[in-house]
């Protein structure tokens, strides 16, 4: 910097007037006191150090101010700010191609403005800086030395999942120095941070204005996108996998296309669907193969006559099946019908693998014959582990059936490892005998006491589903809802029911007697909860085996299968050798809590009590987060942790222990609508608006000639000033003080005073 230094006086005519008669009127005072003390030589000295005095203060009252001015060696710089948010993925920029017009990205279009050279015009005249708005590499501070540094560009996957337009524009005014203007590219679509009209105006006090390039367009162009294709990571062989997907259309007119699903094992299914006019249409295919194995499916939509982009109409994405193999433990007193073929249905279900536990009181040694029949309740907990269903009959603490510490294991299987457990009353009423145990506190409702035998009678009684229940998946019977309440309605009825009064707070009834009630309304008879990380079912009845009279294993098999899997899906959702993930809720939404529950065994083959059980989620974007997971209880080798996603889509999810060496990866699929979307229209409103408070001005993303010519004409900026206030400095006062001490010390020795 070169500077120039002078002094400077703020001066009024009444202050030079001022120090003008006061300076006089003491010069006159002076000389008189000089003649009266007979023309001593000492009192002359002392009456001109009082007109100095004088002179000093008069001097000061015309405000002396000294002067420093400093002119910058360097060029003023210009800040050109591009937005590398996930929303500039959005194509919807026509450009002349080779076919005609075709659409490119937002990013794309705006491409030619990050390169160095576009702006080569202003290299005699000023430094340019390109910055991206997240910042994410270099600060502007370290840019505004490099003249030549290239824009870093982003790669798709891993763009800022928000948008803040007003901290970018704040910051790079108080990082970038001798800074004459911004050169804003964006679409305008901000959805973080307070709104960037309130940088503009304080732009705009430090004379800083915002020129701003839209990118995109204001209006969807007319498109039809295959938004999402929710395929599970995995599917059990035999087995219905549900495969939705979403329609995104900005055609102005409903229409109707036929949208194909092709699985590389030569499986295709095609489904009639009526996409709504700008909106999203939500469908899905269910596709059941026996083949086991790695599988590619990919989902494709007819490109229509006014779609401007072809190649967003199909999505692809692999998925495993597998031989599903659940393990059901059946603990009952005596064989009853409802016993009989409830293991019946479960034997034939190849998915299934059953045990059987038949007390049998009255004999010498349990019941059983047959390979799915054990002879004792598993007291180690790594052998009850491997269970992932438990049906509790009509059975007890009585003659010698379950004991507390067996309760307390079914307890702790359920809430540590996500187990289910169904109860499933009799007429011995032995489950009454549970009270005081830990399963008490599973059952989800309440029980009258004073009928442990229950009900019976003549007249059949029916199942009557409630709201919850008509759209539960343990109650579909049917493909669609109002076939299924008639499928219930028409279900043989039953001629037993528990005795009970009501279901307990937390519990969801999904059907009740269709005529019995109480003070608490008509008698709960279907009826789950959430216990810790597993599932409880009450089932009122003993009568579900009728189900069968004319459709054989239809309905009833179908029931049960439902139940099985409802209960274990979640503790099964993945799982490796020596080790199990699962996670709550098992549909996660975005930005809210889920919890990851791993359970793992040590190298003997038993529950890990301690050790270090790290979970990392790379979400969409490409940002990775790491969740350690702390033991839960000290038997069970439970280890939880809570993660809370920012973003929808797919994460990769990988579970490591440190202790056994053992890795699981999975697929987390979260739900919900990402705050930075791609597809929204352009906001240059916003731009605009930028533009016109900053005292900017809004330029067409093509016209790069007219944003040249805008930052030439820019006024070069005002040297800056260091001003040293004379008239209030402290060493000003300090010095006078001492001069009038002098002085009246003076007039003391010549003896004045």
Known sequence: MTGVQHLT???????????????????????????????????????????????????????????????????????????????????????????????????????????????????????????????????????????NAEPTVVDAEAKTTVTNLKDPLLETASRVGQLMGIVLISDGDWNDGQPPVEAASRLRTKQIPVFTVAAGSANRLPDVELLSVDIPTFGAAGKPVRIPFTIDSSLPRDFVTTVTMEVSNGDILTKDVRVTAMGRTYEAFNWKTTDTGDFTIRVAVPRQAEETIADNNEQAAPIVIREEQLKVLVVESYPRWEYRYLRNALSRDPGVEVSCLLFHPGLEKVGGGSQDYIQLFPEAIEDLATYDVVFLGDVGLDDDQ????????????????????????????????????????????????????????????????????????????????????????????????????????????????????????????????????????????????RWRKGVEDKYHYRFWGQVVRWMAYQRNMVK????????????????????????????????????????????????????????????????????????????????????????????????????????????PDVLEEIALVSRGKAVAQTDVAEIIKLLSTLPQPEPSLRRLQLWSHPLMFLGLVVLLGIFWVWRKAVGLI
């Open 9 to 147: 006086f703020i001066a009024t005519p009444f202050s030079i007037t001022l120090g003008i008669v006061a300076v006089l009127a003491t010069c006159g005072v002076g000389y008189y006191a000089w003649l009266r003390s007979g023309r001593m030589k000492a009192v002359a000295k002392l009456e001109v150090l009082r007109v100095l005095i004088v002179a000093l203060i008069a001097l000061l009252l015309n405000q002396p101010e000294w002067i420093e001015q400093y002119q910058p060696d360097t060029k003023p710089t210009i800040a050109v700010l591009w937005d590398d948010s996930r929303s500039m993925e959005t194509r919807d920029v026509l450009v002349e191609g080779v076919g005609g017009k075709q659409a490119i990205t937002r990013a794309e279009a705006v491409k030619p403005l990050l390169d160095s050279k576009a702006w080569s015009e202003l290299d005699n005249r000023l430094n340019v800086v390109l910055q991206p708005i997240s910042s994410a590499v270099r600060s502007a501070e370290e840019m505004a030395g490099d003249r």
């Open 402 to 545: 379950l004991t507390e510490e067996q309760c307390e294991l079914l307890k702790g299987l359920i809430e540590q490892q996500a187990s289910g457990l169904v109860f499933m009353p009799g007429l011995q009423g032995r489950q009454f005998s549970l009270k005081g145990t830990a399963l008490e506190e599973l059952n989800p409702v309440v029980m009258d006491e004073s009928q442990p035998g229950g009900w019976g009678s003549r007249t059949a009684g029916h199942f009557e589903l409630t709201e919850r229940g008509r759209n539960s998946l343990l109650t579909k019977l049917a493909d669609n809802a109002d076939e299924n309440v008639q499928v219930w309605e028409d279900l043989p009825g039953f001629q037993w029911y528990a005795p009970v009064v009501r279901a307990k707070a937390g519990s969801e009834v999904l059907a009740v007697h269709n005529d019995m009630s109480n003070q608490y309304g008509r008698l709960p008879l279907l009826v789950t909860r959430t216990f810790g990380e597993g599932k409880v079912l009450f089932m009122g009845t003993d009568g579900a085996w």
């Open 576 to 683: 490796g050798k020596g080790m199990r993930l699962f996670y709550k809720p098992d549909q996660p939404q975005v930005r809210k809590t889920l919890t990851f529950s791993a359970h793992v065994m040590d190298k003997g083959g038993e529950p890990l009590q301690q050790g270090d059980v790290l979970v990392t989620v790379t979400s969409p974007a490409g940002t990775v987060d790491t969740v350690r997971l702390t033991a839960e209880g000290d038997q069970w080798g439970v280890f939880q942790g809570r993660f809370t996603p920012q973003e929808p889509g797919k994460h990769a999810v990988a579970v490591l222990c440190q202790q056994t060496g053992v890795k699981l990866d999975a697929t987390l699929y979260v739900r919900g609508q990402a705050v930075e979307q791609v597809g929204k229209p352009a906001r």
